[in-house]
């Protein structure tokens, strides 16, 4: 089975895959789940942080693999996935996109995530000082990130957030049809997110369609929700 490449999403590290990695090994895959450098627990100043920082990161690890990757992104981990398909298709076996930003060329997820006027994170998202970085209002972020989940899991997640950088946020994505475009994609829809809303899910698989499209009856956090159900579908892919 080929290597599966996890991206978080914003403001969580590669703690959140705690649950869905061992699932994952023992369906036989061999899991690749970095923190992305200022995330988690790595401590690369947010500063030097853009979206072409972690791509080429991403893609570095990828090119060390003896064999094309199937890469996994979780929602803002779409953008550096997609981005990473454009440096090194070639290496990717296939695109996931779990509860991800699916963006079309010179979109920015700044931007998409404004249109989707049902999500919670875009007005409650507080700048630090600095302008290097954002939290999230502690007061949503339970029925945001975790509806669905359970007490401890929730518990287990939120003392792990960190801030997220903001500079990748408002990055148009270069991607193109003859390098991104050629790279299978596939998507994990979640149909009670409120995060990045199902509506918002729909029009961006309309504009870039993926296939297969599974669906997942949960919340942003499908690998702490329904870590077995999610594991299943990627050891399918």
Not at 81 to 88: D, F, G, M
Not at 90 to 119: M, N
Not at 168 to 190: D, H, K, M, N, Q
Request: proline share 8%.
């Amino acid at each position: 089975m080929a290597t599966i490449v996890l991206i978080h999403g914003a403001w969580h590290g590669a703690w959140c895959w705690h649950k869905l990695i061992p699932l994952l090994e023992a369906g036989g895959a061999n899991v690749l789940a970095p923190d992305l450098p200022s995330m988690g627990q790595d401590i690369t100043p947010p500063n030097v942080i853009t979206l072409d920082y972690w791509a080429n990161f991403i893609a570095g690890l990828i090119e060390k693999e003896p064999a094309p990757v199937v890469l996994v992104a979780h929602s803002r981990g779409g953008i550096v996935a997609s981005r990473v398909a454009e440096l090194v298709p070639a290496r990717i076996r296939k695109l996931v996109y779990v509860a991800a930003y699916l963006l079309p060329a010179r979109a920015t997820l700044a931007a998409e995530a404004r249109r989707d006027t049902d999500s919670l994170i875009p007005d409650n998202m507080i700048p630090a000082a600095s302008g290097l970085t954002c939290t999230v209002r502690a007061s949503v972020i339970r029925e945001a990130f975790y509806g669905r989940c359970s007490d401890a899991d929730y518990e287990f997640a939120r003392e792990r957030l960190s801030p997220e950088p903001l500079k990748p946020l408002v990055t148009a994505l270069e991607i193109s049809g003859e390098r991104f475009g050629r790279v299978p994609r596939a998507y994990v829809e979640t149909t009670f997110d409120r995060v990045i809303t199902p509506a918002a899910q729909r029009r961006m698989r309309e504009a870039l369609p993926c296939d297969p499209v599974f669906t997942l009856e949960t919340d942003h956090s499908p690998f702490l929700s329904q870590p077995d159900a999610l594991a299943r579908i990627l050891i399918s892919i």
